[in-house]
Protein backbone atom coordinates (compact mmCIF):
# COMPACT_ATOMS: atom_id res chain seq x y z
CA UNK A 1 0.00 0.00 0.00
CA UNK A 2 1.32 3.59 -0.92
CA UNK A 3 2.66 5.46 1.75
CA UNK A 4 2.13 9.46 1.31
CA UNK A 5 4.02 12.28 2.93
CA UNK A 6 3.16 16.20 2.38
CA UNK A 7 5.39 19.15 2.74
CA UNK A 8 5.06 22.79 1.94
CA UNK A 9 2.92 23.95 4.32
CA UNK A 10 3.85 27.28 6.22
CA UNK A 11 2.70 30.60 7.09
CA UNK A 12 1.80 33.24 4.41
CA UNK A 13 0.53 36.55 3.93
CA UNK A 14 -3.16 37.13 2.13
CA UNK A 15 -2.53 37.15 -1.59
CA UNK A 16 0.44 35.04 -1.50
CA UNK A 17 0.84 31.76 -3.61
CA UNK A 18 2.15 28.30 -2.00
CA UNK A 19 2.79 24.84 -3.64
CA UNK A 20 2.20 21.89 -1.72
CA UNK A 21 4.07 18.36 -2.65
CA UNK A 22 3.53 15.01 -1.51
CA UNK A 23 5.70 11.96 -1.98
CA UNK A 24 4.36 8.41 -2.53
CA UNK A 25 6.57 5.43 -1.54
CA UNK A 26 5.53 2.02 -1.09
CA UNK A 27 3.74 0.97 -3.67
CA UNK A 28 3.36 2.31 -7.90
CA UNK A 29 2.63 5.35 -7.44
CA UNK A 30 1.20 4.99 -11.10
CA UNK A 31 -1.35 2.72 -10.09
CA UNK A 32 -3.36 5.20 -7.65
CA UNK A 33 -5.27 8.42 -8.84
CA UNK A 34 -4.39 11.58 -6.28
CA UNK A 35 -6.44 13.87 -4.30
CA UNK A 36 -6.11 16.95 -2.57
CA UNK A 37 -8.29 17.47 1.02
CA UNK A 38 -8.22 20.00 3.83
CA UNK A 39 -9.50 19.93 6.99
CA UNK A 40 -10.52 24.04 8.33
CA UNK A 41 -10.01 23.77 12.49
CA UNK A 42 -13.37 23.01 13.50
CA UNK A 43 -14.63 21.84 10.48
CA UNK A 44 -15.47 18.92 8.42
CA UNK A 45 -13.14 17.88 5.60
CA UNK A 46 -13.24 19.53 2.25
CA UNK A 47 -12.45 18.27 -1.71
CA UNK A 48 -9.95 20.21 -3.27
CA UNK A 49 -8.70 18.41 -6.44
CA UNK A 50 -7.95 15.53 -7.91
CA UNK A 51 -6.04 14.07 -11.07
CA UNK A 52 -5.78 10.33 -12.66
CA UNK A 53 -2.92 7.94 -12.36
CA UNK A 54 -1.81 9.09 -16.20
CA UNK A 55 -1.90 13.05 -15.14
CA UNK A 56 -4.05 13.31 -18.33
CA UNK A 57 -7.54 14.36 -16.22
CA UNK A 58 -8.50 16.34 -13.63
CA UNK A 59 -11.05 17.58 -11.27
CA UNK A 60 -11.72 20.62 -9.05
CA UNK A 61 -14.52 21.95 -5.96
CA UNK A 62 -16.08 24.85 -7.46
CA UNK A 63 -14.72 27.35 -4.44
CA UNK A 64 -11.05 26.83 -5.84
CA UNK A 65 -11.59 26.14 -9.58
CA UNK A 66 -8.82 28.89 -11.56
CA UNK A 67 -6.83 29.40 -8.08
CA UNK A 68 -5.55 25.92 -7.45
CA UNK A 69 -4.07 23.84 -9.92
CA UNK A 70 -3.30 20.05 -9.22
CA UNK A 71 -0.03 18.38 -11.48
CA UNK A 72 1.86 15.31 -10.72
CA UNK A 73 4.92 14.02 -11.76
CA UNK A 74 5.25 10.14 -11.84
CA UNK A 75 8.86 9.93 -12.97
CA UNK A 76 9.08 11.52 -8.79
CA UNK A 77 6.46 9.99 -7.09
CA UNK A 78 4.90 13.22 -6.12
CA UNK A 79 2.23 15.12 -6.81
CA UNK A 80 1.43 19.10 -6.38
CA UNK A 81 -0.83 21.35 -5.44
CA UNK A 82 -0.16 24.91 -6.55
CA UNK A 83 -1.85 27.06 -4.52
CA UNK A 84 -2.89 31.03 -5.70
CA UNK A 85 -4.18 34.38 -4.03
CA UNK A 86 -3.94 32.81 -1.02
CA UNK A 87 -6.99 33.97 1.53
CA UNK A 88 -7.64 33.92 4.85
CA UNK A 89 -9.97 30.71 4.89
CA UNK A 90 -7.42 28.84 2.93
CA UNK A 91 -5.99 27.98 6.51
CA UNK A 92 -6.24 24.63 6.91
CA UNK A 93 -4.29 21.28 7.22
CA UNK A 94 -3.99 20.11 3.69
CA UNK A 95 -4.04 16.34 2.53
CA UNK A 96 -3.39 13.90 -0.48
CA UNK A 97 -4.85 10.91 -0.37
CA UNK A 98 -4.52 8.22 -3.02
CA UNK A 99 -6.97 5.59 -4.42
CA UNK A 100 -7.16 3.02 -7.29
CA UNK A 101 -10.05 5.27 -8.18
CA UNK A 102 -10.42 8.59 -9.31
CA UNK A 103 -13.42 10.45 -8.21
CA UNK A 104 -14.33 13.86 -7.18
CA UNK A 105 -15.06 12.79 -3.31
CA UNK A 106 -13.65 11.68 -0.18
CA UNK A 107 -13.60 8.72 -1.00
CA UNK A 108 -9.92 7.85 -1.17
CA UNK A 109 -8.27 4.98 0.59
CA UNK A 110 -4.83 6.21 1.88
CA UNK A 111 -3.94 10.04 3.14
CA UNK A 112 -0.60 11.49 4.46
CA UNK A 113 -0.14 12.59 7.91
CA UNK A 114 -1.07 16.23 6.70
CA UNK A 115 -0.03 20.04 6.30
CA UNK A 116 -0.82 22.88 8.13
CA UNK A 117 -1.27 26.26 5.72
CA UNK A 118 -1.81 29.18 7.42
CA UNK A 119 -2.78 32.65 5.97
CA UNK A 120 -2.50 35.51 8.43
CA UNK A 121 -0.95 38.70 7.86
Known amino acids: QVVLVESGGRLVQPGSSLRLSCEAS????????VAWLRRPEGKEVEFLAAITKDGQNTGYSDFVKGRFTISRDNAKNTAYLQMNTLQSDDTAVYYC??????????????WGQGTQVTVSS
Open 26 to 33: EGTFTDYA
Open 97 to 110: AADVYYGISLQYAY
